[in-house]
């Protein structure tokens, strides 16, 4: 049975790596799911032990989130930025720079995923009407996305979880990560500059911009609501319950579908952290993974330092992908000192810049733009995150050494 076990966690990690199984067209949920039943159908991981293996406080907070997020963009308020980025950009640089800003900024305080869904194809339509290379600004947004989004345990999947299983103060957080998340974003802007000077050479023309629906009152009732959500965050109330709270507050609408908010709650990401956490749990009932720490330990080799916590974040982040990988740490490595998750969440996050497919967040940029006739390249990207990601984490790393959060 240990062997079987061994054997089929391998298995799903492979495909976490190749991101789907070859020849079919089944993803990472799908892979994770699969491999999660079968665990169970063995014995591996008793039936009746299947719920505490998920761990329901953080799939209530990512669903809560997913929500308020979606009323935002159901009041047009993704759009209107988008546009108005276009709109404002007299030279191309000043149109990076802003949509680096505000992409940043949107996604430090709301998924990063759901944010860059909505901005990319706006994005696309605004920048084809002004005639210019929509590449640069795309990369820039999903390097953004990712900066910002290490700011808070709210800006990312795999933050939400580290903050819930370290139970990490959420304003304590903010302080540590925010000098590091805006040092990312200068960098992205400086390098995306750089290397894309050409395109953003030339100026960019005259031409109507499509308006896009904004409620100004639906806009205001979902600032004040992200406002009170951050405040909670501030007390006692557990996270998710706050979350919730507010969630359910904005699906009191007189105009708007409560489906259409329900729709936007991306399951598959929901499905693809239970599955693991049910896989992650079967693996540690071999006894394994408790062997393998101890090992480490002995030969000093945990990620317990900056200098082999990059090198792991950028392996991981970038092969098996940053929300697979930090489940399965924070399942085998109990006991992470608080400054090592502080660590973990600002460099798997931002090693997500370094390749195409090492955020989430990189690869719903890419198939955005794709639908829109935009083709974003695994060469493209590598260019400009790999020059991004080595210079971000290791501002981060002396960030997190000179800070006293982590040793060398």
Same mark, same amino acid.
């Given at each position: 049975?240990?062997?079987?076990?061994?054997?089929?966690?391998?298995?799903?990690?492979?495909?976490?790596?190749?991101?789907?199984?070859?020849?079919?067209?089944?993803?990472?949920?799908?892979?994770?799911?699969?491999?999660?039943?079968?665990?169970?159908?063995?014995?591996?991981?008793?039936?009746?032990?299947? =719920?505490?293996?998920?761990?329901?406080?953080?799939?209530?907070?990512?669903?809560? $989130?997913?929500?308020?997020?979606?009323?935002?963009?159901?009041?047009?308020?993704?759009?209107?930025?988008?546009?108005?980025?276009?709109?404002?950009?007299?030279?191309?640089?000043?149109? *990076?720079?802003?949509?680096?800003?505000?992409?940043?900024? *949107?996604?430090?305080?709301?998924?990063? =995923?759901?944010?860059?869904?909505?901005?990319?194809?706006?994005?696309?339509?605004?920048?084809?009407?002004?005639? $210019?290379?929509?590449?640069?600004?795309?990369?820039?947004?999903?390097?953004?996305?990712?900066?910002?989004?290490?700011?808070?345990?709210?800006?990312?999947?795999?933050?939400?979880?580290?903050?819930?299983?370290?139970?990490?103060?959420?304003?304590?957080?903010?302080?540590?990560?925010?000098?590091?998340?805006?040092?990312?974003?200068?960098?992205?802007?400086?390098?995306?500059?750089?290397?894309?000077?050409?395109?953003?050479?030339?100026?960019?023309?005259?031409?109507?911009?499509?308006?896009?629906?904004?409620?100004?009152?639906?806009?205001?009732?979902?600032?004040?609501?992200?406002?009170?959500?951050?405040?909670?965050?501030?007390?006692?109330?557990?996270?998710?319950?706050?979350?919730?709270?507010?969630?359910?507050?904005?699906?009191?609408?007189?105009?708007?579908?409560?489906?259409?908010?329900?729709?936007?709650?991306?399951?598959?990401?929901?499905?693809?952290?239970?599955?693991?956490?049910?896989?992650?749990?079967?693996?540690?009932?071999?006894?394994?993974?408790?062997?393998?720490?101890?090992?480490?330990?002995?030969?000093?080799?945990?990620?317990?330092?900056?200098?082999?916590?990059?090198?792991?974040?950028? $392996?991981?982040?970038?092969?098996?992908?940053?929300?697979?990988?930090?489940?399965?740490?924070?399942?085998?490595?109990?006991?992470?000192?608080?400054?090592?998750?502080?660590?973990?969440?600002?460099?798997?996050?931002?090693?997500?810049?370094? $390749?195409?497919?090492?955020?989430?967040?990189?690869?719903?940029?890419?198939?955005?733009?794709?639908?829109?006739?935009?083709?974003?390249?695994?060469? =493209?990207?590598?260019?400009?995150?790999?020059?991004?990601?080595?210079?971000?984490?290791?501002?981060?790393?002396?960030?997190?050494?000179?800070?006293?959060?982590?040793?060398?």
């Amino acid at each position: 049975m240990t062997d079987l076990v061994l054997i089929l966690f391998g298995l799903t990690y492979v495909g976490m790596a190749l991101g789907r199984v070859p020849g079919l067209r089944i993803d990472r949920a799908g892979i994770a799911l699969i491999v999660a039943v079968i665990l169970v159908a063995i014995g591996a991981i008793p039936s009746d032990a299947v =719920d505490d293996a998920i761990d329901f406080p953080t799939l209530l907070l990512l669903g809560g $989130l997913m929500i308020v997020s979606a009323r935002v963009g159901a009041s047009g308020f993704y759009g209107a930025v988008a546009m108005w980025i276009a709109t404002q950009a007299g030279k191309p640089r000043r149109l *990076l720079a802003l949509t680096i800003a505000i992409g940043g900024i *949107l996604s430090a305080f709301l998924v990063n =995923d759901i944010v860059v869904f909505a901005m990319t194809p706006l994005l696309c339509s605004g920048l084809a009407a002004r005639k $210019l290379d929509p590449r640069p600004f795309l990369f820039g947004l999903a390097a953004a996305s990712n900066a910002g989004s290490a700011a808070t345990l709210i800006g990312n999947p795999q933050n939400i979880l580290i903050g819930q299983a370290g139970d990490l103060s959420f304003w304590g957080y903010f302080t540590d990560a925010a000098i590091p998340s805006l040092m990312a974003l200068i960098i992205c802007y400086a390098c995306v500059a750089r290397i894309w000077r050409t395109s953003l050479g030339a100026p960019a023309a005259h031409a109507a911009i499509e308006t896009v629906r904004f409620d100004r009152f639906q806009v205001g009732t979902c600032g004040v609501a992200i406002a009170v959500l951050l405040i909670l965050f501030a007390t006692p109330i557990p996270r998710e319950i706050s979350a919730l709270l507010v969630a359910a507050c904005l699906i009191v609408s007189r105009t708007l579908p409560t489906r259409q908010l329900l729709d936007e709650i991306d399951v598959p990401l929901l499905i693809l952290f239970a599955s693991l956490f049910v896989i992650n749990d079967a693996f540690a009932r071999t006894g394994f993974p408790e062997q393998a720490v101890q090992t480490l330990t002995a030969y000093n080799l945990l990620p317990n330092r900056i200098s082999s916590l990059v090198p792991i974040s950028l $392996l991981l982040s970038n092969t098996i992908g940053n929300v697979p990988a930090v489940v399965m740490i924070l399942n085998v490595w109990h006991g992470i000192p608080e400054g090592t998750l502080v660590g973990l969440a600002m460099l798997s996050t931002l090693a997500g810049n370094l $390749l195409l497919v090492g955020s989430l967040a990189n690869l719903i940029v890419a198939e955005r733009a794709a639908v829109q006739g935009v083709q974003l390249t695994f060469r =493209d990207h590598a260019k400009t995150g790999i020059p991004i990601t080595i210079l971000s984490m290791l501002v981060a790393g002396l960030w997190l050494w000179v800070g006293g959060y982590m040793p060398m």
